[in-house]
């Protein structure tokens, strides 16, 4: 029977890769696997097992920590409707201008500012998309570095908080302990701020660099277009522009940090907040409220139905027995729990090339979760390497998310084979921030 649990495992898997609706994957094959065997094997699996199942469907319905992704979803979504990302580039291209390279470290800046306001992948490489790279190849920019810089930066929405990502990373983690100790929303916000911080630096640092030492890659901008646009009214500008939305963020990740909220609590500040900006910006009408919300309901039911097939799938796959036997399997090889790691890295970052965050998060962490709590590893650790490692599954060519996005909204001229190219410095950049905090875990749990 525990064989069996991997065959169902390994048959999800290959069907979610050729396209099959996750969610119904999930959850369907799942009842249909333990149908087969109550019928021809009633000894190891009953179908009142499944008795058990609403009352842990409604479970995940009413996770107070789960209610925070719909809102935040709400903020993100809120704010790419206010047309805060073209306002905040503008503003920030003239405050770097004038540098080498300052339009792209304008770009990673407003990247890590709307990572830290949407957390919401796809919209923020579509939205950089639009607004920068024309502006960029218009400038004189090169197509590889400036398609590098906003794939890389639209991504960092994984890492930086307040992220969807953490969130659901974190609730997995927690329901398939098993008893083990718990990890924190608040505190995997909180140990992912520096590894986000680290990436946003280092890419600035590279571009700095490239700028410096091929100075027609990334020209500065004209000193009157500066001139003109820093005109009357420009320190109004930059406190509606900039200081608004950095106040926003601030208040929605220090009330967590603090204590002063939970990050359910926060997610509800946030959204209140982006629909205040929204206001300010002069954007908020009844055909934005509506779409935002019609958007929200969309992703958050996506979500929560893979959440729930999720479920079934796990509650199929524990009794059988597929976790125990998988455990088993490892802790008799003897692997050593860093090489255990790798080899969870290696499948996640190979699984990012083709199904999206989600699906990584509620199949193959809920099977490997027990098994590093035998091992006696750090979940929180864990935790941040998995979320690392995801970033960078959605820049990795050929099949990389983020690179499908910019790709279709890129100009025509502005060919896959530059975008890929492009990526290659960002991704190696991201791959030394792994390596770091693989070997350095210090950097995150102090």
Same mark, same amino acid.
């Given at each position: 029977?525990?064989?069996? !649990?991997?065959?169902?495992?390994?048959?999800?898997?290959?069907?979610?890769?050729?396209?099959?609706?996750?969610?119904?994957?999930?959850?369907?094959?799942?009842?249909?696997?333990?149908?087969?065997?109550?019928?021809? !094997?009633?000894?190891?699996?009953?179908?009142?097992?499944?008795?058990?199942? /609403?009352?842990?469907?409604?479970?995940?319905?009413?996770?107070?920590?789960?209610?925070?992704?719909?809102?935040?979803?709400?903020?993100?979504?809120?704010?790419?409707?206010?047309?805060?990302?073209?306002?905040?580039?503008?503003?920030?291209?003239?405050?770097?201008?004038?540098?080498?390279?300052?339009?792209?470290?304008?770009?990673?800046?407003?990247?890590?500012?709307? !990572?830290?306001?949407?957390?919401?992948?796809? !919209?923020?490489?579509?939205?950089?998309?639009?607004?920068?790279?024309?502006?960029?190849?218009?400038?004189?920019?090169?197509?590889?570095?400036?398609?590098?810089?906003?794939?890389?930066?639209?991504?960092?929405?994984?890492?930086?908080?307040?992220?969807?990502?953490?969130?659901?990373?974190?609730?997995?983690?927690?329901?398939?302990?098993?008893?083990?100790?718990?990890?924190?929303?608040?505190?995997?916000?909180?140990?992912?701020?520096?590894?986000?911080?680290?990436?946003?630096?280092?890419?600035?640092?590279?571009?700095?660099?490239?700028?410096?030492?091929?100075?027609?890659?990334?020209?500065?901008?004209?000193?009157?277009?500066?001139?003109?646009?820093?005109?009357?009214?420009?320190?109004?500008?930059?406190?509606?522009?900039?200081?608004?939305?950095?106040?926003?963020?601030?208040?929605?990740?220090?009330?967590?940090?603090?204590?002063?909220?939970? /990050?359910?609590?926060?997610?509800?500040?946030?959204?209140?907040?982006?629909?205040?900006?929204?206001?300010?910006?002069?954007?908020?009408?009844?055909?934005?409220?509506?779409?935002?919300?019609?958007?929200?309901?969309?992703?958050?039911?996506?979500?929560?139905?893979?959440?729930?097939?999720?479920?079934?799938?796990?509650?199929?796959?524990?009794?059988?027995?597929?976790?125990?036997?998988?455990?088993?399997?490892?802790?008799?090889?003897?692997?050593?729990?860093?090489?255990?790691?790798?080899?969870?890295?290696?499948?996640?970052?190979?699984?990012?090339?083709?199904?999206?965050?989600?699906?990584?998060?509620?199949?193959?962490?809920?099977?490997?979760?027990?098994?590093?709590?035998?091992?006696?590893?750090?979940?929180?650790?864990?935790?941040?390497?998995?979320?690392?490692?995801?970033?960078?599954?959605?820049?990795?060519?050929?099949?990389?998310?983020?690179?499908?996005?910019?790709?279709?909204?890129?100009?025509?001229?502005?060919?896959?084979?530059?975008?890929?190219?492009?990526?290659?410095?960002?991704?190696?950049?991201?791959?030394?921030?792994?390596?770091?905090?693989?070997?350095? /875990?210090?950097?995150?749990?102090?």
């Amino acid at each position: 029977m525990e064989i069996l !649990a991997i065959v169902l495992f390994v048959v999800i898997f290959i069907l979610i890769l050729k396209g099959y609706p996750v969610a119904f994957t999930l959850g369907g094959l799942s009842v249909l696997f333990a149908f087969g065997i109550s019928i021809f !094997a009633p000894d190891y699996f009953s179908m009142s097992m499944f008795n058990i199942l /609403p009352s842990r469907i409604m479970g995940v319905i009413n996770n107070y920590v789960l209610m925070a992704v719909p809102l935040f979803i709400f903020m993100g979504i809120m704010l790419e409707k206010s047309g805060l990302a073209q306002n905040l580039l503008e503003t920030m291209a003239m405050l770097f201008g004038s540098l080498r390279g300052g339009l792209a470290i304008s770009v990673i800046i407003v990247g890590a500012l709307l !990572a830290a306001s949407t957390g919401i992948v796809g !919209a923020t490489v579509v939205t950089m998309g639009l607004i920068s790279l024309p502006t960029m190849l218009k400038r004189g920019y090169k197509t590889e570095l400036a398609t590098g810089v906003i794939a890389s930066s639209g991504t960092l929405g994984q890492i930086i908080p307040p992220s969807i990502v953490l969130v659901l990373l974190a609730d997995t983690i927690n329901s398939s302990s098993r008893g083990a100790e718990s990890v924190d929303v608040g505190t995997l916000f909180s140990a992912a701020m520096l590894p986000g911080i680290l990436l946003v630096s280092c890419y600035i640092i590279y571009i700095l660099i490239k700028s410096f030492v091929s100075k027609d890659d990334a020209p500065a901008i004209p000193a009157e277009e500066i001139k003109t646009f820093r005109g009357d009214h420009f320190i109004s500008k930059i406190i509606k522009v900039l200081l608004l939305p950095i106040l926003l963020i601030l208040v929605v990740l220090g009330s967590i940090f603090t204590g002063v909220a939970s /990050p359910t609590e926060a997610s509800a500040i946030g959204a209140l907040g982006a629909t205040i900006l929204t206001v300010i910006q002069k954007k908020f009408n009844f055909k934005i409220l509506k779409e935002v919300a019609q958007e929200t309901a969309k992703l958050t039911t996506m979500v929560f139905f893979i959440l729930l097939g999720a479920t079934t799938f796990t509650l199929v796959f524990r009794t059988l027995g597929g976790d125990d036997y998988l455990q088993e399997l490892i802790l008799s090889s003897n692997l050593s729990p860093l090489l255990f790691l790798l080899l969870v890295m290696v499948i996640i970052f190979i699984a990012g090339f083709f199904i999206d965050f989600i699906e990584i998060i509620f199949i193959i962490v809920p099977v490997v979760t027990p098994i590093f709590n035998a091992l006696d590893m750090n979940m929180l650790w864990v935790g941040i390497l998995i979320a690392l490692n995801l970033q960078t599954s959605f820049l990795t060519p050929p099949f990389g998310f983020a690179l499908f996005y910019l790709k279709g909204v890129a100009p025509p001229e502005v060919k896959t084979s530059q975008i890929y190219r492009g990526i290659i410095p960002f991704i190696i950049i991201q791959l030394i921030i792994v390596a770091l905090v693989v070997f350095f /875990p210090t950097i995150i749990l102090n």
